[in-house]
């Protein structure tokens, strides 16, 4: 699946990259029948070329994201020192005394170790038009 | 008003486990838009996954993945 996505990704450069020419060489009075020549249809062949090339890079990308990531336990990577609040704890507190002070987007909340959640509630998250705290 | 009737409760997170693979993990944290999940292991919390957590490991192991 590796080795096909990877062979996949060089086809579609590869493509990119031969329309690109072509699109040069149609500028270059160049006719191609079903294509034709000219600036305009050279220029516009190019540009679909550049479009393909970058998707083609971009899942390449994706590709070696995943390979580094593949069989690296979420354990190895995450934050350990996580600051806690209790269940019973005021918002104007947890707000003054927790959220200013540790840095954290996120403050889980705890009673006698067990995880109930955390802060700040999805309302504080669309009242603020902040993405992606929970 | 306390931290519990504003909290964002656990059955409306998504969480992953010490041992879940980290790609699956950053898919999860793509698929629903968010930058950090919290990471549980017998219902305790043991650490946080967060998105730059996962891009600062991209940044020192990428290159030495044989590509």
């Known amino acids: 699946m590796r080795k096909a996505t990877r062979w996949a990704s060089y086809g579609g450069q590869a493509f990119a990259w031969l329309l690109i ?17 000219g ?28 390979q580094t990531l593949e069989e690296v336990p979420v354990g190895r990577i995450m934050q350990k020192q996580v600051a806690r609040v209790d269940p019973d704890l005021s918002v104007a507190r ?9 840095g954290q987007r996120v403050l889980p909340v705890e009673r006698a170790g067990r995880f109930l959640g955390w802060y700040p509630s999805p309302t504080c998250r669309s009242r603020s038009g902040a993405r992606g705290t929970g | 008003m ?19 693979d980290a790609s699956e993990a950053l898919d999860e944290l793509a698929r629903r838009g968010v930058n950090q ?17 996962v891009l600062k490991w991209l940044a020192l192991y990428e290159g030495t993945v044989d590509a």
Not at chain 2, 2 to 15: D, F, K, V, Y
């Open chain 1, 94 to 102: 947890l707000v003054e005394e927790h959220m200013m002070g540790s």
């Open chain 2, 2 to 20: 306390t931290a519990a009737e504003i909290m964002t409760p656990l059955e409306r997170l998504a969480c992953v486990a010490p041992e879940d």
């Open chain 1, 21 to 37: 020419g072509t699109g040069v060489l149609m500028l270059f009075s160049l006719r191609l029948p079903l294509l034709g020549g």
């Open chain 2, 37 to 53: 999940l919290p990471v549980l292991e017998g219902g305790r919390l043991v650490g946080l996954l967060r998105r730059e957590d």
């Open chain 1, 39 to 66: 600036l305009f249809g050279g220029l516009w062949l190019m540009l679909i070329g550049w479009f393909l090339n970058n998707a083609a890079l971009v899942s390449y990308r994706q590709l070696l994201v995943k």
